[in-house]
Structures are given as C-alpha cells and as structure tokens.
C-alpha cells in the first residue's frame, strides 16, 4: 500500500498526525540571558501543522555556547521561555522535540555575553571562521583538550538538559551529532586527536557520544531521544573522508538502545549511498534531511528509504508548508538576508496562503 507524507508515523513514543517534519534552524532571536522570546513562541506555533516541529539548537550548558542569541535549556528562566513554545505548539494540535547542540570548539566568546571556557576532544581550534555578533565571521577561540575524568559529567550536563526540556513540555530531544559541533568533534578524526579510550579508532571516538545518548536516553527515555547526522559533511573543519568507517560504529551503538529515529542529512555523496548505509545499520525510524521536495520527499518515503522526511528553509517563508503541499500551492521564498536577524522581519511575519 502506497504511503503519502500526510499518513500519520510513530517515530518512538511519538505520534505525527503527518511525516512532514521542521528541520531544526538557528535564527539568533532568544533574549537576555538565552531565554525563549515571544517572537519565537509564536514562530514555532505557526508551524505547528508540521508532523513534528524540531527546534534550533538549545545548548545545554553555558559552555555549550558558540553562536549569537542561541537559546539555552540548563536555567529556570530558560525552562519557563520554553515551556511557553511547548505549549503554544500543542494548543495547534502539534508536536515537538529540542536538539540539543554542544558546540565545543566552535565558539566565538564575544557571541556568549559572559566569560567561560572552550572545551574540545583536542585541543585544536576550529578552522573555520563564524559569524561574531556583528554577523562578521571572525577566528574561533581556542579550546581546552576534556580531560577523560571529564567526560561523565559533561554526559550528565546533556542529561539534566533533557530532563529539562521535558519539564517544559517538549515531547522529546534530538542529539545533535553533525556540522562539527562536539558530538561531531568527538567522531571525527579530523578534530579527535586523543590517545585514550576516547580517540583512536572509530570505536573509541564514539565512546563518548554514546555515553551522551545513554545519559539522554536513562534520562527521559530512549523512545523518546532522537539524534542527527551528516556523514560526509566537512563544515566546521570535520574530514569528509571515509564516513562509513567513522559511523558505522556510533550507529550501531546507538541503533541498540531503542531511540526514537535517526535523522539523517543527506550530503548526496558520490561514493556512498548515505540513506541505505543508515538502513544497513539503524533498524528504527528515519528522517531524511536536505534540499528535499514535495516530490523527492514523496519518493523517499513511498520507497521506504525514509519514515519521514524534514524541511528547513521552506518552512522559514512557508509556515503553512503542510496545507501549501497538500494543494499543490506554489512556496513562498526566504529573505535570506534576515536568516539571523530583523527580531519579526523574516521571522513571524510570513504570511499564509492567501
């Protein structure tokens, strides 16, 4: 029987009323002290018609931060701001889980707004520039190698996280483990240079990784902690070289404690069929990820290559994307200018469908 993105799916404890999922996005909108605004409450209730909503990266500590007005999920304040998201997406009938995102070394400290140190697997700088507060990509800091002793507790400070975001109401969480943030440092060894039980083979730089997702997962529940990669991606200075041997053993790991879904950025490699190694080694649900549409997405899912599928900028200018598909109606383009900027402009005031 053929299935359609409108037919409902259960990721884990998850019920999507549809397999159309929001990619999560960073927009540089939270307020002092990284709380949830206003703006962004009503901008995750607008697109509460998506099968599930996740959210930009919230970091779970204050050194997990790298990037300008990212949202945080380790204070009361913070917990409260979400709380009102959690609610406001559910009071539309929708569903939605937080990613949560470590940068380790890929920090600018001027975009933090306190002092606090940069911590990696080594003790390597992040190659790349990023946008400081001006939006002006600047040199990265540099970071302190994590000692091993760290490491449980560093765990523990996802954990708290989760527990958290549920507080606030969010269904479930989503590790972020791709775009060279630190869960990504960790896989790769392009970043990892460690010569302990965390570094070396591909085996060991996924220890820790899969010590997060266990903390996560006894934390709240596997069914409900999902977890994000993208093999092949080199952003953030991570080698692109040999994907499969780098995750193959994460995801098998991973694939063993009963996790919610995979979602998986697809790079289009040239040697790798990235979505059928995912199946070769992840028996549960799975999110594909990049520059899909309606009808690449469709083909996806009628294939069984994918449970559901994600989009991002559509959703940016499109925040009734799911009655837009549903009609055949033509989408609205981002002003990519204010992806990171202008508070409302290019935030909440996309309209709907006429």
């Not at 949560?100 to 990696?120: Q, S």
Request: glycine share 10%; net charge negative.
């Amino acid at each position: 029987m053929s299935v359609s993105l409108f037919d409902p799916v259960q990721l884990g404890a998850l019920k999507l009323s549809n397999r159309i999922v929001m990619s999560p996005m960073t927009r540089d909108r939270a307020g002092p002290g990284d709380v949830p605004t206003a703006l962004m409450v009503d901008y995750y209730r607008q697109r509460a018609s998506a099968g599930l909503i996740v959210t930009e990266g919230a970091q779970p500590s204050l050194v997990g931060k790298g990037y300008w007005r990212t949202p945080g999920i380790h204070s009361p304040e913070q917990v409260a701001g979400w709380t009102k998201v959690a609610d406001a997406v559910h009071a539309e009938g929708g569903q939605i889980v937080m990613q949560m995102m470590h940068c380790g070394r890929v920090v600018v400290p001027a975009n933090r707004g306190f002092d606090a140190e940069i911590v990696a697997p080594s003790a390597l700088p992040c190659p790349d520039k990023v946008p400081g507060p001006d939006g002006v990509p600047v040199p990265t800091g540099e970071p302190r190698a994590l000692d091993a002793a760290e490491l449980p507790a560093l765990a523990e400070d996802y954990a708290l996280a989760a527990r958290n975001a549920r507080a606030a109401g969010i269904d479930g969480v989503e590790l972020h483990c791709s775009s060279g943030y630190l869960i990504n440092q960790f896989l790769n060894p392009a970043s990892n240079l460690r010569t302990d039980a965390f570094g070396g083979t591909a085996e060991n730089r996924a220890r820790f990784p899969l010590m997060v997702l266990q903390a996560m997962a006894d934390a709240i529940g596997a069914d409900r902690v999902g977890v994000r990669i993208s093999p092949g991606n080199p952003y953030n200075g991570m080698d692109p070289a040999d994907p499969s041997e780098t995750f193959a053993p994460f995801l098998d790991g991973a694939n063993a404690m009963g996790l919610a879904y995979l979602h998986v950025l697809d790079m289009g490699l040239a040697d790798l069929d990235t979505l059928g190694f995912c199946r070769a080694h992840w028996s549960g649900p799975i999110i594909a990820n990049n520059m899909l549409t309606l009808e690449s997405g469709t083909a996806l899912v009628e294939a069984g290559r994918a449970d559901a599928v994600s989009f991002g900028r559509a959703f940016i200018a499109n925040p009734d994307l799911v009655a837009r598909f549903k009609v055949g109606a033509a989408l609205a383009k981002p002003d990519y200018s204010l992806l990171y900027t202008g508070e409302e402009r290019g935030f909440t005031d996309y309209p709907p469908m006429g």
